[in-house]
């Protein structure tokens, strides 16, 4: 490995590494009394919200089983899951059990529970919804039309490096992190348990997934221009960071 390389690896490394020291003696918005940031992005006034199916537990096997079961698919079959899946879906990796004054109490952990990341979902089949990109909104459990466009297939895939299995699921969850809802508290310490964060997202999503079986695949190899431009967001203070698709899968896949 040249030292070029090395180099840059060992400054990847660093935001594995804890620096948690610093935070008491440094100065954040929440300590300087600003304004807690938003639970989620605000969205016009006169948006039409799509409102989604009461979250139930829709789970046909133990955690224990889900567990042993779990693996990532790639491969999916052409039918379209229904809206009450989507909803158990969408419920169980951000769902608000609670909101408080400066916190949301949800289905994942979160560091401080600051929560900082919004669910994008590309809809492909999904029974009552067109084709489209949609955003969830937690506190209301309801969508927003994000974008429709005919070609949203293709570019995702181009937009994942050509992973064309990406393209055939009936649904893609998109995860994209406003990082200062993490940094309002945190401040330079905030970037790893973001990442931390979303693992605790996706490996719901995997668990809730197998639970009612169906198939989905953590995917971090990506374009981050061309995926923040798919999404249709700014990729300075919103951008994606993970992404999983989801759909039915054939008997015996691995």
Excluded at 56 to 70: M, N
Excluded at 208 to 214: A, G, Y
Aim: with cysteine; charged share 25%.
């Amino acid at each position: 490995m040249d030292e070029y390389s090395m180099d840059e690896i060992k400054r990847g490394r660093m935001i594995l590494k804890s620096d948690w020291e610093i935070v008491d003696n440094f100065k954040s918005d929440q300590k300087k009394g600003v304004l807690v940031p938003p639970f989620e992005k605000p969205y016009p006034e006169n948006a039409s919200l799509i409102s989604l199916p009461v979250a139930k537990d829709l789970s046909e096997k133990s955690v224990g089983k889900a567990i042993v079961d779990r693996m990532s698919r790639r491969k999916f079959t052409d039918e379209p899951i229904t809206l009450e899946e989507l909803s158990f879906l969408l419920w169980a990796t951000q769902g608000v059990k609670r909101v408080g004054k400066v916190a949301t109490l949800r289905t994942v952990p979160s560091a401080g529970a600051r929560h900082p990341f919004e669910t994008y979902l590309y809809v492909r089949k999904v029974e009552g919804l067109n084709e489209a990109i949609y955003r969830y909104l937690p506190l209301e459990h309801a969508l927003i039309l994000q974008k429709a466009d005919r070609y949203l297939r293709e570019q995702l895939i181009r937009a994942t490096l050509d992973q064309v299995f990406i393209g055939d699921a009936a649904v893609v969850f998109i995860w994209a992190a406003i990082p200062y809802r993490t940094e309002w508290r945190y401040g330079p310490v905030s970037h790893k348990v973001i990442l931390i964060d979303a693992g605790h997202v996706c490996e719901n999503l995997y668990l809730s997934c197998e639970s009612i079986n169906l198939g989905t695949c953590a995917v971090a190899a990506y374009s981050q221009k061309q995926m923040d431009e798919f999404v249709g967001i700014d990729g300075e203070d919103e951008f994606v960071v993970y992404l999983a698709p989801v759909g039915k899968v054939p008997p015996q896949v691995i």
